[in-house]
């Protein structure tokens, strides 16, 4: 039997051992190479682009020759004003992307020995540039979707006579959050949360293109999609998989986003439920590449994010 490749050294390119035996200084070129790959790691001025650029070796910040302004690696970016320094920086994204199911806040802040509020705060940063990656993404080809509820739990009255029906939703909790995914197969995975589950119906329309297979299962709402695409649909009382319909890829999202709430985080408010959805998303999509690529994806990403709007609103905080 072939080897699974994330049992295999090609899948364990970057390590804490290594991040830290190389020390600062390699973590740093790091991310000098991965905000500037075009440059090889030269810094690019990012109010003007001018690439004549002066080192301030003893700050690590650089100086335009043209408009004069300061920067650093980290500027107008969401590390900006960060404190940590970049070989603790890159260790906490290697732990991050290392986690299959997620990571607590808690753990984090142990492992790094930081404050609970600085790894939360990081963590969060890290997820909304796995969110980016999709957020103009549009699916096509065979695309499933499904929805799932998250949160809520009404805790059951002891006495059996002063029990309720939890299913009904006047029993239910104000708290209860669905989230519905866009599952493209061999594709991207996007996630959005709702109140009830019939509201990605117009989630469904915005975000897959014309002329896509989309599969569903029974439930009664997602017909009103079978006037704009054409739809494979299969009921779970029936099979998992019939006649080549199955929305097995969403339920695996699922399974992963079960797992990480429940195991790591064990709670999760619903304005934060759609950052994690997210980075479950992101961690599917991206199952089958080395940590090492994952975590220079995540850095590359997190420039990315912010990159566009620098030049409209420079910083030069670092």
Known sequence: MAQHFLLSAAARTL????????????????????????????????????????????RRRFKCAACHRQFSVTSGTIFASRKLAFVDLLGAICLFVNAAKGLSAVQMSRDLDVQYKTAFVLMHKLREAMKAETRDARLDGEVEVDGAAFGGHVR???????????????????????????????????????????????FARERIAPDTVVSADEVAHWDLLETDF??????????????GAHTNLAESFFSRL???????????EGRYLDAYAAHAAWLEDHREESNGHLADCLIGGSYALIWPSISARFSVRV
Not at 18 to 28: H, K, L, P
Not at 230 to 243: A, F, K, L, T
Not at 259 to 268: E, P
Request: charged content about 35%.
């Open 230 to 243: 054409d739809m494979q649909r299969i009921n779970h009382s029936e099979g998992y998989s019939v006649g």
């Open 156 to 202: 059951p009255a002891n006495l059996k006579e002063e029990r309720v029906d939890r299913r009904r939703r006047v029993n239910r909790s104000g708290k209860r959050r669905v989230v519905v995914v866009l599952r493209q197969r061999g594709g991207r995975t996007v996630t959005r949360i709702f109140l009830r589950e019939a509201q990605g119906v117009e």
């Open 258 to 268: 079960r797992r990480m709430i429940g195991g790591q985080h064990l709670k999760v």
């Open 15 to 58: 390590s804490l051992k290594s991040i830290f035996s190389e020390g600062e200084e390699a973590a740093y070129r790091r991310f000098c190479q991965l905000r500037w790959p075009e440059t090889d790691g030269e810094p690019i001025c990012p109010a003007c682009g001018c690439v004549d650029v002066y080192d301030l070796t003893t």
